[in-house]
C-alpha cells in the first residue's frame, strides 16, 4: 500500500472498532540485559559519554531487539506500534552528546518499525498495521521557570523546539511512519512548538499525516505539570485538528478514568488512552497483572469513551493481547458535535458561546 492508502485504512478501520496501540518499551528493554557494548555497538564505539538507558539508540545499535519488540506487539493483537524514538530529539540527546546523531536514530526508528508494520500487514491483510512516529516531551519546559526566583528565566527558546520537534519529525517522515504521536505532553507549549514544526512540513510540500496528541495528567490534580485542566489542554491544541487526542502516563487505569472520560465529552475528533499498568510500588515497579488492565480499560470501551487504547509504562504484550481481548467487537466511541463557540484556555478553560 501507498501512504495515502494506509492512512485511509487507519481512519477507515478507526470507524470500525477500537483501535489497539502496543505498550511500554522501556521496561521491555531493560528485560533483556543490556550492557554498555548493546548501547555503544560499532556506531559509537569510542563515544566518550556513557550510553547505557539510551534505549532510542538501539535502533542503530541492536536493531535486532528493535524488531523483536514490535513484533511482539503486533503478535499481541496491536494495530499500531511506535517508533522506538520517545527521546530522540537534539534537546533530549544531548545529555548524551548524540545530537549528531537524530537524524539517523530517527531514520532508523521509522524504518524498523515500518518493516515489521508491512511484514505483519502482508500476514495478515485483514488487520492492517500502523506505525506512529514518536515524539516525547522534552527535559526542558517552555512554560515554567527553571529559576525559582525568575519567573521569566529559561533554558530554551521556542525556536528551539521548534528546531528539534522539526528536525525529528523530517526524519520520521523520511522513514515511512503513517501519523505523527506527540506524546507523553506534560508542557502545553512545548507541544505547540512540535504541532507548528509538523504543520510547517506539510505546508513546505510533505504529505501531511495526520497528528495524535497525547498529554499527561501528573497526579491527582487533573492538571498537566504545566498546570492546564484536561479541557483547557484540549483548548490549546485543538487548533491543529488531529486526528486523535488522549492521556498516557502517569497514572494507571483506574485513575485516569475521570480525566478520560472528561476528553470523551468535550473531544470532537477520537480519545486515546494508554495508561500505566496502575502506580508504581516501592521500588519503582508496576504491579498490575494484564487481566486487571484489561478489565478496566473493557468497562472505558462499553462506556462509549474511547477509540484508541493501549498501555504505558509497566504494561508488556501480555498486557495488550488482554487489553485487546477485553474490547473486541466493542463498538468504538461516537464523536460529538459540539455547539459553536469561542473557546479559549490559560491553565483553566473559557467558553463564550456564540
Not at 533554558?155 to 528546531?163: G, K, N, S
Not at 510540500?205 to 501528573?218: A, C, H, K, M
Not at 521500588?283 to 462506556?303: C, I, K, Q, S, V
Not at 509504562?313 to 466493542?330: D, F, R, S, Y
Amino acid at each position: 500500500m501507498t501512504r495515502a492508502e494506509r492512512i485511509a485504512a487507519l481512519k477507515a478501520a478507526a470507524k470500525d472498532r477500537i483501535l489497539i496501540l502496543d505498550g511500554a518499551w522501556g521496561a521491555m528493554v531493560q528485560g533483556k540485559g543490556l550492557d554498555v557494548a548493546d548501547f555503544h555497538g560499532k556506531h559509537f564505539a569510542d563515544h566518550p559519554v556513557a550510553m547505557k538507558g539510551n534505549n532510542d539508540v538501539l535502533c542503530l545499535t541492536r536493531p535486532d531487539i528493535i524488531t523483536e519488540l514490535h513484533d511482539a506487539y503486533f503478535a499481541a493483537g496491536a494495530d499500531i506500534s511506535e517508533t522506538n524514538t520517545f527521546s530522540s530529539t537534539a534537546i533530549a540527546q544531548a545529555d548524551y552528546g548524540l545530537e549528531f546523531a537524530v537524524r539517523d536514530i530517527n531514520l532508523a526508528g521509522a524504518r524498523l518499525a515500518r518493516e515489521a508494520a508491512d511484514r505483519w500487514t502482508a500476514k495478515e491483510p485483514h488487520k492492517p498495521r500502523f506505525v506512529a512516529g514518536a515524539m516525547g516531551p522534552l527535559n526542558r519546559m517552555l512554560s515554567m521557570s527553571s529559576d525559582v526566583n525568575d519567573p521569566g528565566a529559561r533554558l530554551i527558546t521556542f525556536d528551539q523546539v521548534y528546531a528539534a520537534y522539526r528536525e525529528q519529525a523530517l526524519a520520521l517522515h523520511e522513514g515511512g511512519v503513517d501519523l505523527f504521536l506527540l506524546e507523553t505532553i506534560t508542557d502545553t507549549l512545548n507541544v505547540k512548538a512540535g504541532i507548528k514544526a509538523i504543520l510547517d512540513l506539510a505546508d513546505e510540500g510533505l504529505e501531511p499525516l495526520p497528528i495524535w496528541i497525547s498529554g499527561t495528567i501528573t497526579d491527582r490534580s487533573g492538571r498537566t505539570l504545566s498546570g492546564q485542566t484536561v479541557e483547557a489542554f484540549w483548548n490549546s491544541v485543538k487548533h491543529a485538528k488531529p486526528f486523535a487526542v488522549g492521556l498516557n502516563c502517569a497514572l494507571g487505569a483506574e485513575l485516569m478514568r475521570p480525566h478520560i472520560a472528561e476528553l470523551s465529552r468535550i473531544a470532537d475528533t477520537l480519545v486515546s488512552a494508554y495508561p500505566n499498568a496502575g502506580l508504581p510500588n516501592a521500588m519503582g515497579e508496576y504491579d498490575e497483572a494484564p487481566h486487571e488492565t484489561g478489565h478496566f480499560l473493557h468497562e472505558w470501551a462499553e462506556r462509549g469513551l474511547v477509540n484508541i487504547l493501549g498501555g504505558c509504562c509497566g504494561t508488556t504484550p501480555a498486557h495488550i493481547a488482554h487489553v485487546a481481548e477485553a474490547v473486541k467487537g466493542l463498538k468504538p466511541r461516537m464523536v460529538p458535535e459540539r455547539p459553536p463557540a469561542m473557546r479559549l484556555a490559560g491553565l483553566e478553560p473559557f467558553e463564550l458561546a456564540v
